[in-house]
């Protein structure tokens, strides 16, 4: 503890501030994080609402990295789906790897507006561009995201990325990011 009983000040490099093309973002361990949007942390997703109500969701920085440099994003029956609506939790694109295949998810039910048909040609741009021209899906959800925002976010981040990465088959030794191990603290 520090003088008069208050806990010691965080690690300066656990969360800076700056300013990126996005706007102002704050970044962790080498991964930017806009502070606009809305994470789900565990999923390493993001969402931006935008004013007309339409939602933008794409892949985190953290994602990005961890998936390593995207080969194919895919939009299973997606031309079907533009303009229905969608149930929660539905995968509504898929995105794969050399060492990694997730899905993207719908965090509540909506009407699916468009999807990034770019990333059918350039998956990469995930990885060159995740909260810009990288993003992946946009749908008017029917309610409220659940998903973190701000400060909650940040913290939440914060305690994710001091965990020890554990891979899909949930071995520590089969994946390696130079953002995510304790080396760059």
């Not at 490099?13 to 809305?38: H, N, Q, Y």
């Not at 339409?54 to 029956?77: E, H, I, M, N, Y």
Request: hydrophobic share 40%.
């Amino acid at each position: 503890m520090a003088q008069g009983g208050t806990p010691p000040p965080e690690n300066p490099r656990a969360a800076i501030p700056l300013e990126t093309e996005w706007g102002e973002a704050w970044v962790m361990k080498s991964c930017v994080f806009p502070v606009d949007l809305l994470y789900d942390v565990e999923r390493d997703l993001w969402a931006r609402p935008a004013a007309d109500g339409v939602v933008r969701v794409g892949l985190t920085d953290v994602g990005q990295t961890a998936g390593g440099k995207l080969q194919v994003v895919s939009f299973p029956k997606a031309e079907q789906r533009i303009g229905t609506r969608i149930p929660p939790n539905k995968t509504i694109a898929l995105m794969e790897s050399a060492k990694w295949l997730g899905p993207i998810r719908l965090p509540v039910a909506g009407q699916l507006v468009e999807v990034n048909d770019m990333l059918r040609e350039r998956p990469g741009m995930v990885n060159l561009e995740p909260y810009g021209r990288g993003w992946v899906v946009a749908f008017r959800p029917e309610g409220t995201i659940p998903w973190l925002f701000g400060d909650e976010a940040r913290r939440a981040y914060r305690e994710r990325l001091r965990r020890t990465f554990r891979s899909v088959a949930g071995v520590n030794d089969d994946f390696w990011c130079v953002h995510c191990n304790d080396w760059d603290d």
